[in-house]
């Protein structure tokens, strides 16, 4: 039997020792049923789903072409749901005196770089009239469900690219490290809205270091096509994840100078 959405988020929460619950990246014509409009909770479509992954009672989110009051234009973009301010080049680069006070947050070395990096990830194409995002343990339909994102430390995400690498043949390139917003490491990738992005592999994010000023310093984040999340909850039980547990997560380190036996 296959299994459902709500499996394969709590096998990988569980077995990944996730921080937060798993997240579902869903998309659809309509809302998520009760779902809140993402704009109410935050302007940072990331920051969302962080406190959704983290806070058990916090409820589905939704938004979309025609509900994106309060969401940041940079979300906004990475998401399909609107096209790049022609000034924005700036904003990521060097800055402009002419918006927003010559704000400038240097991740590109000049406004013609930044050019290239809105133009790297292809036309980004939402799933349909709106996104909406869920945990895994608020799904009951499995319809819509495009992917998955994980949260954890270092050694959890180091764990959930080896259990990509148990079901993958592609050492190289079916755990990767992409440039673009916090909200595109966790959403535009993986949930297939990049025109360039590959399909099969996991996102490990985010890269954006506007993102610190909410992420603690020891988690990071894993974004999984809906079909690899399949595959690597269906191979847990299979895998050093369950065959060395004590491996993947030690009870006991070694301290610095210690020797292996």
Not at 149 to 162: D, F, P, Y
Request: contains cysteine.
């Amino acid at each position: 039997m296959i299994m459902s959405v709500r499996d394969i988020g709590e096998k990988l929460t569980t077995a990944g020792k996730l921080a937060g619950r798993a997240v579902c990246v869903i998309g659809g014509e309509d809302p998520f049923p009760g779902a809140v409009h993402l704009g109410k909770v935050d302007r940072c479509v990331a920051r969302a789903i962080f406190d959704l992954a983290m806070d058990a009672d916090a409820p589905p989110m939704t938004y979309g072409a025609d509900q994106k009051g309060g969401i940041c234009p940079g979300g906004q973009l990475w998401c399909g749901i609107s096209g790049p301010s022609p000034k924005l080049k700036y904003l990521i680069s060097t800055g402009t005196p002419e918006f927003m006070g010559g704000a400038a947050e240097h991740l590109k070395p000049s406004p013609e770089a930044a050019e290239r990096f809105f133009a790297s990830p292809g036309r980004i194409t939402p799933p349909g009239r709106y996104i909406s995002l869920a945990g895994y343990d608020q799904v009951d339909d499995d319809a819509g469900v495009l992917s998955f994102i994980l949260i954890g430390t270092a050694e959890s995400v180091r764990n959930l690219g080896g259990l990509v690498q148990f079901v993958s043949d592609d050492i190289f390139t079916s755990v990767l490290m992409p440039g673009g917003a916090s909200c595109a490491s966790m959403i535009t990738y993986a949930a297939g809205l990049a025109e360039r992005a590959p399909r099969n592999a996991a996102f490990v994010g985010p890269v954006d270091p506007t993102g610190n000023a909410w992420l603690p310093p020891d988690l990071m984040t894993m974004a999984v096509p809906l079909a690899l999340a399949r595959s690597m909850a269906e191979n847990v039980d299979a895998s050093f994840l369950s065959k060395r547990a004590e491996v993947a997560f030690p009870a006991r380190r070694l301290s610095l100078g210690e020797k292996m036996e």
